[in-house]
């Protein structure tokens, strides 16, 4: 007998933080247990291939260490000595802190403090509907796009651009601040047949050789934070060999003369200097896009890690306005699709009883909102009271010492809804077990393809987890918010009503159809009607204070960081901090390849893939140091110190480290993660966490 016969495939999508957002068959074996998960071959992005971590899933929904029961701490915070409480306890005692918590300080002191944990809009995003009947202090949720967003969207005006599948019909694709192999797994599918099927080139730019790299035929590795003066050099040549589109430019562009005047200084010469490249490898990479019309920038995330990457990823973008690859199917330039959508979540989110008044709190400073720095409460209360979901920001947040430091207070009750016991759970008050995506209804957007995609129920949750959503609707019920609208629907009302809003049908037409494509026309896509702009012009000369951008903080917030010496005309500038005789090397998070953040850090194959926390340095900066592979070093700044194992590595620039991936916390000999050395300070002009850009020190431990 066929042991796979009574194999049933469900239908969903990947929940996780990653630009691909797949379509998923999974193997069904019985009514609560998976086997594996395959990319869905008839879904025209995902096109059959997921990730190896996505693919062996079943080594999460099933893992012996996932929390089954909600805990109450029992000892002091981080003892970890908890006493099993029931759901009804539980969550008694979370509204009974709460409510005392608002007595005291004003509902502002609360804080609720979500992120992407899972990206389903409903068990994701339902908490707003808590915070705003509640008026609890407002989350601006800044972490991981506000740089890139903002400096794409300072060009083009609109967070969209050439469709991603299109990267199959280009003959030069680029792909620019992602390590795609290891993040986005589809782009290279695409970009691999445009290469077989047409004799596409593939150009990589990043910091150093990683995986996408190596499948490339030309790489470029870039010293960190310096995009902006290779894309000025690309520029500048562009202009000067006559291969600029001037007739392009004059239609679709704000101020081409001024912008070929400010590059006449930034040569090629110019921008190795700054970059590390040579000039040489600048021409010719400036040649190969400026003759290839179907060029297609692919560009990642890479430019959100670093202070001056609005500046950057506006640069950068602004490459295809000169050459007119606008114009041409498999040409363009390709960053998100988030601006798309357009889903009416007023109800899930409760949008309509927001207070205006009430304050926001910047999620990336949780560091110094936890410790009470005057300048990121934004004149209201300390935060005594937190929900958290779908995040550990005592292990994925900037300036973990603050981080931990605030959890530790005792005047600060935390609830964490969590799935494994995080860095950040074992530092909470109450942790409630929550189910895992394939054991609720949801619905997915991505932001790297154009796919709306349902993730309806597949199996049922182990007794004990429980929703997101359900959490959130029990709190309202003992908070006394329950009767306000919003509330009291199921997830799969909550879904039919964002799809009826928009047209699209209902859960069970969806469920049919499995995904909608979303894509928009082609001239729309490729900014041919104009670009977002009011005059519809791509803008060379960005509004950098004040100007538009698809996650801006509140006015309440104002403008982040050193917003004057953000440049006039796409530049370099040195925002970044800059390696210095006491720290005179410049260290780099990048994601490891069986990690997404914090998540895979847990399960046995990912952890043995990856090893151990290791510092990437190059083999001649380790003989000057007396470092062989192996060895113990310590890494440091003015925030702190931790200690990985180094493993030379010849591709990369001198003077540059990478440590791959987010360890958990208790991974390394310390007990302090990599975040130790990362900055929690509000880059120009939006914010963000620029976790890549840090100076340290290196020696021997």
Request: glycine fraction near 10%; charged fraction near 25%; aromatic fraction near 8%.
């Amino acid at each position: 007998m066929n042991q796979h016969a009574s194999i049933r495939i469900g239908h969903s999508a990947c929940p996780h933080d990653c630009p691909s957002t797949c379509a998923l068959n999974v193997e069904l074996l019985d009514n609560n247990r998976i086997g594996r998960i395959h990319g869905a071959k008839d879904n025209s992005y995902t096109a059959g291939v997921i990730c190896a971590k996505v693919a062996r899933y079943a080594d999460r929904v099933h893992h012996p260490d996932r929390l089954m029961k909600p805990l109450v701490r029992a000892g002091a915070k981080g003892e970890g000595n908890w006493k099993e409480a029931s759901w009804e306890a539980a969550l008694d005692l979370v509204a009974e802190k709460f409510i005392a918590a608002e007595a005291k300080y004003g509902s502002e002191t609360v804080w609720p403090y979500f992120y992407a944990g899972t990206m389903g809009l409903v068990q994701r995003d339902g908490i707003e509907r808590l915070r705003h009947a509640k008026k609890y202090s407002g989350f601006f949720g800044s972490i991981c796009t506000n740089l890139a967003w903002t400096g794409y969207v300072m060009g083009t005006g609109a967070l969209r651009g050439s469709d991603p599948r299109e990267i199959a019909k280009s003959d030069c694709v680029v792909i620019w601040g992602t390590n795609a192999v290891v993040t986005q797994v589809n782009v290279m599918t695409h970009a691999v047949k445009a290469r077989k099927e047409r004799g596409a080139k593939i150009v990589v730019i990043d910091i150093y050789e990683n995986a996408t790299m190596k499948q490339a035929d030309m790489g470029l590795v870039l010293k960190p934070g310096t995009d902006g003066a290779l894309a000025c050099a690309v520029m500048h040549v562009l202009f000067r060999d006559g291969l600029a589109d001037r007739d392009y430019l004059e239609k679709y562009t704000d101020d081409p003369k001024g912008l070929e005047a400010h590059l006449q200084s930034r040569t090629p010469e110019w921008a190795a200097a700054i970059t590390g490249l040579s000039v040489e490898e600048i021409e010719t990479f400036a040649r190969l896009v400026g003759t290839t019309k179907k060029t297609f920038f692919r560009l990642g995330y890479g430019f959100s890690r670093q202070r001056n990457g609005s500046v950057n990823m506006h640069a950068v973008a602004s490459i295809p306005a000169v050459t007119g690859a606008w114009q041409y199917e498999g040409g363009g330039a390709f960053h998100s699709n988030s601006g798309i959508y357009k889903l009416n979540a007023e109800l899930l989110e409760g949008t309509k009883l927001r207070d205006r008044n009430v304050r926001y709190l910047d999620h990336s400073r949780i560091g110094p909102v936890l410790t009470e720095a005057e300048d990121a409460l934004y004149g209201g209360p300390p935060v005594t009271a937190m929900l958290i979901q779908n995040t550990n920001p005592a292990n994925v947040a900037p300036e973990q010492r603050l981080v931990v430091q605030g959890f530790l207070r005792d005047d600060l009750f935390t609830c964490v809804h969590e799935q494994f016991m995080t860095d950040t759970a074992r530092l909470a008050d109450v942790v409630l077990p929550a189910t895992m995506f394939l054991e609720h209804d949801d619905i997915y957007k991505g932001g790297g393809n154009q796919h709306i995609t349902l993730g309806p129920k597949l199996i049922d949750p182990p007794e004990g987890p429980r929703t997101n959503h359900y959490v959130i609707e029990e709190l309202a019920k003992r908070l006394g918010v329950a009767h306000l609208p919003g509330f009291g629907l199921t997830e799969r009302q909550h879904i039919d009503h964002m799809l009826s809003k928009r047209g699209l049908g209902d859960f069970d037409s969806l469920k049919d159809s499995r995904w909608v494509d979303m894509q928009p026309e082609f001239e729309d896509a490729h900014f041919l009607k104009g670009f977002g702009h009011s005059d519809g012009k791509f803008r060379f000369k960005p509004q950098w204070n004040g100007g538009i951008a698809p996650n801006k903080p509140p006015k309440s917030m104002g403008i982040f960081g050193p917003v004057n010496q953000l440049p006039e005309f796409p530049d370099h500038v040195e925002l970044i901090e800059v390696a210095d005789a006491e720290h005179p090397f410049r260290l780099a998070t990048s994601p490891a390849r069986n990690f997404l953040n914090s998540t895979f850090a847990e399960t046995p194959v990912s952890r043995e893939k990856e090893g151990r926390p290791e510092l990437l340095i190059h083999p001649e900066d380790a003989a000057a140091l007396g470092v062989a592979t192996g060895d113990r070093v310590e890494v440091g700044n003015h925030r702190g110190e931790v200690v990985l194992h180094a493993r030379l590595f010849d591709n990369i620039k001198r003077g540059v480290v990478i440590a791959e991936g987010i360890w958990p916390n208790y991974a390394h000999e310390r007990g302090e993660g990599i975040n130790v050395l990362t900055g929690s300070d509000a880059p120009a002009p939006y914010g963000g966490a620029a976790v890549h850009d840090n100076k340290v020190w290196v020696r021997q431990a």
